[in-house]
């Protein structure tokens, strides 16, 4: 197996594949969502939606279509615990990501102001769209359609601690605390993909801007879900409400999380071994 | 396995973490060595070795542009030629974090464009050792090895999202590098 790592998306993604021509394609379809995606970018369709769309409908990419789409969905499903737009909102505050210059101050404060129609998108106000939480687990996922297109039969993609694997190897993940990078915990993923968040102070690294909220009796919390894009939103979503995270999740969904006191707690795992 | 098996995941003991602390650090990942970086990031090309040992006035310079003042004495800088042209710059640099160094590899096309970036080596460990320079120094002049196996040697590792700031910071100071000592060389 050969194995590349490239710093895209702000961190640093690691592609384990088969065939060395297919992980060229894997990082442009990475660098593609990046390109999309930033909001560092004043150009990309993220950026153009924070400028002008309170203005005017904004036409963007297929695939920004579709993150939007899927972040939406978990919006609603999760009652806005999981908030692009909230998110967006406190990154600017915080100063995680910049206004442009011609981009206004975000007055918007919820997921409701947004609206997709096709490719089309429209604020009711102005507001800064963050897909920050979400567009990690995006990427790798279209990196595994890309390895899959390409031929792989096997591969695995992790972007920042977003994973997916695909083929019939099961593969070994482990989970580190987010300060000190201490292993806690092992786990085993097969063809699905598992995200974690957690909180870091402001400077150390990516992860507290998007999750809404101090959540005061976990660090870090771990989600496997059939694809990353959706481990991703669950981590946030697990990050607001806790346990009942279960609830949003559907087949194949499980969580644990790393408490302040540097316990591995399971969320859904009764069948869990402990020792 | 059953995707919902009894052993979906396991605790790693604290005994073995603490054993493995003092010996190795938590987890190294090669991912190509120089050669296969230089054939990869410029194929079929050749690569002239020009390697660079800065002045203390350079150093000053380069650190006082950039803002960026940790780095190597000498930087690893490769002319490449193809049919007896210059095409581009291959620069071989290292960065450090708080829980990682990490070994990387940038293509400077011949005006000083960033045409890519490749991560050669990243070694991550907890507790703040990187930050020691006797942990530092055991890997200078280290070999590298450039395939992996699947199972063995993999390391898949996830926790909240480390940033590539470091490795961003370092791509600066070369740019500065290149516009002050390799531009008009």
């Known amino acids: 197996m050969l194995r590349r790592c490239r710093p895209l998306l702000g961190t640093f993604v690691e592609v384990t594949a088969d065939r060395e021509d297919a992980i060229e394609r894997v990082f442009d379809a990475v660098a593609q969502v990046h390109r999309l995606m930033s909001a560092h970018e004043p150009e990309s369709d993220l950026s153009r939606i924070n400028r002008f769309a309170h203005l005017q409908p904004v036409q963007v990419h297929p695939e920004t279509a579709s993150l939007l789409e899927r972040a939406l969905f978990w919006a609603r499903e999760s009652g806005g615990a999981f908030d692009p737009v909230r998110a967006g909102k406190a990154a600017v505050e915080h100063g995680f990501i910049p206004l442009h210059a011609d981009q206004p101050g975000p007055a918007a404060t919820s997921w409701r102001c947004l609206k997709l129609q096709g490719r089309s998108v429209r604020l009711d106000m102005s507001g800064c769209v963050d897909l920050g939480g979400i567009a990690k687990g995006f990427a790798v996922d279209r990196a595994v359609v ?4 390409a031929g792989c039969e096997r591969g695995l993609v992790n972007a920042g601690g977003d994973i997916r694997g695909f083929g019939p190897e099961v593969w070994p993940v482990r989970i580190v605390e987010p300060m000190s990078r201490r292993p806690v915990a092992q786990v085993r993923i097969a063809d699905e993909a598992m995200a974690t968040s957690g909180g870091l102070p402001a400077g150390e690294g990516l992860g507290f801007d ?9 660090t870090s919390v771990s989600v496997v879900a059939p694809t990353a894009c959706d481990a991703d939103a669950l981590t946030k979503i697990a990050w607001m409400r806790g346990n009942a995270v279960l609830s949003f999740g559907g087949p194949g969904v499980r969580a644990l999380a790393v408490t302040r006191g540097g316990e591995v707690e399971s969320i859904n795992a009764p069948e869990m071994a402990l020792a | 396995m059953s995707k919902a098996g009894a052993d979906w995941f396991t605790l790693i003991p604290v005994a073995a973490v603490a054993v493995a602390a003092a010996a190795v ?5 090669v991912y ?3 050669q296969a970086a230089q054939q990869t990031m410029f194929p079929g090309a050749s690569f002239v070795a020009h390697p660079l040992t800065f002045t203390p006035e350079q150093r000053k310079a380069i650190a006082k542009a950039s803002g960026v003042g940790i780095f190597e004495k000498t930087q690893r800088i490769w002319e490449v030629r193809s049919g007896g042209a210059r095409t581009g710059w291959f620069i071989v640099d290292r960065v450090l974090g708080k829980h990682e160094m990490i070994t990387y590899a940038v293509a400077l096309s011949p005006d000083g464009t960033v045409k890519s970036v ?4 990243y070694r991550e460990t907890y507790g703040g050792e990187i930050r020691n320079p006797a942990w530092r120094r055991q890997f200078v002049g280290k070999r ?5 196996q699947l199972g063995k040697d993999i390391k898949n590792i996830s926790g909240a999202t480390l940033s590539s700031r470091h490795v961003t910071d370092g791509i600066r100071r070369l740019l500065i590098t290149y516009q002050l000592l390799l531009r008009n060389a």
Do not use: Y
């Open chain 2, 118 to 121: 490749e991560i050669l080596e």
């Open chain 2, 32 to 34: 190509l060595d120089i």
């Open chain 2, 144 to 148: 590298f090895g450039s395939s992996v």
């Open chain 1, 210 to 218: 998007h999750l809404g909220g101090p959540n005061d009796w976990w």
């Open chain 1, 146 to 149: 890309a390895l899959r297109s």
């Open chain 2, 25 to 29: 650090p938590a987890s190294a990942t």
